[in-house]
């Protein structure tokens, strides 16, 4: 019994012993399969899922961001920046990182000088996405107060951005030629707008590591550099520019007008080197203003050019050979009447020479000389000048003016076609005309932008007077600026100056009713080989003067006398200055 006893608890001491080797092995499975398991993951993420995963972790902190590039700088002629493209900076943020965070949006509107509730608006409307601009093209002083409320508040998704600004160191002295770029720069008026393909820039493109607050870290390659825009240089003289401002400004002032321009041209090369308007605006602040200050009335408004077309009747008649300078013309008793319709002079001048028919400005004079042509043959040099055409600057906007084609005129329309009145006409339009008269006959094409060696060489015109004619039209309106003539008020010490008044009423809704009229004056110096043309024209005077000799002219006076030095022109006249000099050292 004791033996049986001793075998049963060797037995069963056995059987409660642990089973080593079993365990050893399966912990040698378990293991080995772990590291199978662990051994696959590994390489199906090394080698399956590389890209990937690559490309998961690269959206996390790997962006693609614009490089800015710089747009193309505008220039006078002389190389004066008339715009340029300063670097600012632009503030941008996630939205989802701000929304339950009430004071770092009160705190970044106060930095951007913004107001918080509308801040705090853009940011709940746009919270499901992770970026938007909160303020584009920020001054220096708000991008350093963000940064401050970026560090003291330890947010994260402000970023940063480099941007350029459009900046106009002209001002409003050349905003209606130059126009201004949107938040874009994109061109939207003017010279930006004309040649927007060749001034934009394209941006580049390139990787950058953002850290946690969305701030670039690090670069890591470029994808595409940027190319900045091409500079474009203007016909415009940045002193000549400011002068004939000034001097607008001052006469639309003195006479209380309703607007102004003027408009200067190079004769030899047909180059703007001068084209102001009033009212004016400041195209570096606000923009909101109508179109009554922001359009370019040199180019976009037309007027009845008034008497200044008596010139180019008389051309017209010389060329066909139908009257000299001296031949008479009988304006007595100061009216006359075409069928039903009478024309009126303002004085009753008797018997007048075709010089003094351009000297006193007779419509009756004028009229009698357009009767012995054909209408065909006054609408021939109208259309050759370039009425009812546009210039062709390529300025957005341009008007081409009206002239009616001769096969629908009548009589009436004939005698009142001969001072100026039943076409229309801009000021840019007017001065190319004169420049015809000033270049011995020629047509050339007018532009804003300045002629370089190459286009001056190959430069044409188009023969629209001989030369002969050109001088003896040229002589005659010389008549005018004397103290026999219309213009006295233009005349310059020490040079020949000739040109032509204008005074024409303004039409409206019922007639030409009521004491509206623009006022002008179109003349060249110096008169013997005339090498500057302008025309002025004041909208509307509501000073007690209002023809074109007393309102106009005193302002192409002051703006050539200063021309005429800046471009050292000499004097072709000089007595009149030698006199001048004697009276003043005899004082």
Same mark, same amino acid.
């Given at each position: 019994m004791a033996t049986h006893s001793? #075998?049963? #608890?060797?037995?069963?001491?056995?059987?409660?012993?642990?089973?080593?080797?079993?365990?050893r092995r399966v912990l040698t499975a378990a293991l080995s399969l772990a590291f199978v398991s662990l051994s696959a993951g590994v390489f199906y993420r090394q080698i399956i899922e590389t890209d990937f995963l690559q490309e998961q972790g690269a959206l996390?902190?790997?962006?693609?961001?614009? %490089?800015?590039?710089?747009?193309?700088m505008i220039t006078d002629r002389n190389g004066e920046p008339l715009a340029v493209s300063t670097p600012v900076e632009t503030v941008?943020?996630?939205?989802?990182?701000?929304?339950?965070?009430?004071?770092?949006?009160?705190?970044?509107?106060?930095?951007?000088?913004?107001?918080?509730? #509308?801040?705090r608006a853009k940011v709940i409307a746009n919270k499901d996405r992770q970026f938007i601009y909160v303020k584009r093209r920020v001054t220096l002083s708000e991008a350093e107060a963000v940064k401050a409320v970026v560090a003291e508040r330890k947010l994260e998704g402000i970023g940063f951005e480099k941007e350029y600004r459009r900046y106009y160191p002209g001002a409003e002295f050349f905003a209606h030629v130059i126009g201004f770029t949107d938040i874009e720069d994109r061109g939207q008026e003017g010279i930006e707008l004309a040649y927007?393909?060749?001034?934009?820039?394209?941006?580049?493109?390139?990787?950058?590591?953002?850290?946690?607050r969305g701030r670039v870290v690090q670069e890591v390659e470029? %994808? #595409?550099?940027?190319?900045?825009?091409?500079?474009?240089?203007l016909s415009l003289d940045r002193r000549l520019q400011f002068l004939a401002h000034r001097e607008l400004a001052a006469a639309v002032k003195e006479h209380r007008a309703k607007a102004g321009t003027a408009v200067v041209l190079d004769v030899a090369t047909g180059e703007v080197l001068a084209m102001v308007n009033q009212p004016s605006f400041n195209p570096n602040m606000d923009r909101s203003g109508g179109s009554e200050q922001r359009r370019n009335r040199a180019l976009t408004d037309v007027m009845e050019p008034g008497s200044t077309m008596k010139p180019l009747v008389v051309a017209a008649a010389l060329e066909k050979r139908l009257i000299s300078p001296r031949t008479p013309i009988a304006t007595a008793p100061g009216y006359y009447k075409v069928g039903r319709n009478t024309v009126r002079d303002v004085h009753n001048y008797g018997s007048l020479d075709v010089t003094g028919v351009i000297t006193k400005s007779s419509n009756v004079g004028v009229v009698k000389i357009a009767q012995r042509m054909a209408y065909s043959d006054l609408w021939h040099i109208y259309d050759q000048v370039g009425f009812g055409h546009p210039t062709g600057v390529g300025f957005p906007g341009e008007s081409g003016g009206l002239l009616r084609h001769y096969s629908n005129w009548r009589p009436f329309e004939h005698a009142t076609m001969a001072f100026g009145y039943g076409l229309s006409v801009t000021a840019l339009q007017l001065a190319q005309a004169y420049s015809v008269i000033a270049a011995d006959g020629v047509k050339r094409p007018v532009t804003l932008v300045k002629r370089d060696a190459a286009s001056l060489a190959a430069l044409k015109g188009t023969s629209v007077l001989s030369p002969a004619t050109a001088r003896k039209v040229r002589a005659m309106m010389e008549t005018v600026v004397s103290d026999k003539g219309t213009a006295a008020k233009a005349q310059i010490t020490g040079y020949r100056a000739a040109g032509k008044t204008g005074t024409a009423k303004k039409a409206g809704k019922s007639g030409y009713r009521g004491r509206r009229y623009q006022s002008v004056f179109a003349g +060249?110096?110096?008169?013997?080989?005339?090498?500057?043309?302008?025309?002025?024209?004041?909208?509307?005077?509501?000073?007690?003067?209002?023809?074109?000799?007393?309102?106009?002219?005193?302002? +192409?006076?002051?703006?050539?006398?200063?021309?005429?030095?800046? +471009?050292?022109?000499?004097?072709?006249?000089?007595?009149?200055?030698?006199?001048?000099?004697h009276r003043e050292s005899a004082q």
């Open positions: 001793r #075998r049963g #608890r060797r037995v069963a001491s056995r059987r409660s012993k642990p089973n080593l080797v079993l365990r996390r902190y790997l962006r693609a961001a614009e %490089i800015a590039a710089r747009r193309g941008s943020a996630n939205p989802g990182k701000l929304l339950d965070d009430s004071a770092a949006v009160s705190a970044l509107a106060g930095a951007l000088d913004m107001d918080a509730e #509308r801040l927007d393909d060749a001034l934009k820039a394209e941006p580049g493109l390139h990787h950058v590591i953002r850290d946690g470029q %994808i #595409r550099p940027p190319r900045p825009g091409t500079d474009l240089t +060249f110096v110096p008169a013997g080989q005339p090498r500057l043309v302008m025309v002025v024209m004041i909208d509307e005077p509501g000073g007690k003067s209002y023809y074109g000799g007393t309102v106009a002219a005193p302002v +192409f006076q002051k703006v050539m006398q200063g021309a005429l030095r800046l +471009f050292n022109i000499p004097p072709d006249d000089p007595m009149p200055s030698m006199l001048l000099a």
